[in-house]
């Protein structure tokens, strides 16, 4: 009897934590969706703290563990990476979130060879002509050019194309939680 109260007790957590999960996915998604240049700067501002925290966790661990021998330095290489890290968001964040966006397009660039070097592979070995490989390729040259010439643009449109997936995500957790409800009863 009291191994089924735990059990029971358990899923009534668990359901809890998927409609928990589920409302801060979709405040998160309303947020990403009405991104300003403000909720990017306050991003910044919370990975610059996320990184010094660490940073600083990493180097004072490094410091408080007495035998240096054995600790290969690993701690004291890890936070003070992640300090330079806060540093250099914390300075530079305009120029890493304008030249995300161009890096991505080369990316997409290197996509576009793939693509097209596995298209000609195909027709050639198999004699089969894949189209959905030269249709992906062109999608990604122009998104690739277009990330060159509007990356700050591209990367609102990301946010809110983010935005709108965690919103989706957060009504398959709703979902789950009200069958689980349904199921229980």
Not at 2 to 7: A, I, L, R, W
Not at 63 to 74: E, G, I, R, S
Not at 88 to 95: R, T
Request: aromatic share 18%; proline share 1%.
């Amino acid at each position: 009897m009291v191994k089924n109260e735990v059990v029971v007790s358990e899923k009534k957590e668990r359901d809890y934590s998927v409609l928990l999960l589920g409302l801060l996915s979709f405040v998160l998604g309303g947020l990403l969706i009405c991104a300003t240049d403000d909720l990017v700067t306050t991003f910044n501002y919370i990975l610059v703290c996320i990184f010094a925290i660490v940073g600083g966790i990493q180097i004072i661990s490094f410091f408080t563990h007495k035998d240096y021998l054995n600790n290969f330095y690993n701690k004291l290489l890890l936070g003070c990476s992640f300090m330079w890290l806060a540093l250099i968001f914390y300075k530079y964040y305009m120029v890493i979130i304008n030249i995300l966006p161009i890096l991505f397009s080369f990316l997409l660039f290197v996509m576009v060879a793939v693509l097209f070097m596995k298209y000609n592979t195909i027709k050639n070995v198999m004699g089969v002509k894949y189209k959905i490989y030269l249709v992906m390729a062109v999608l990604a040259l122009v998104v690739g050019i277009f990330l060159i010439f509007e990356p700050l643009w591209s990367v609102y449109v990301y946010l809110k194309i983010t935005g709108v997936y965690v919103i989706m995500l957060s009504m398959l957790y709703f979902y789950e939680f009200f069958k689980n409800i349904k199921l229980s009863n």
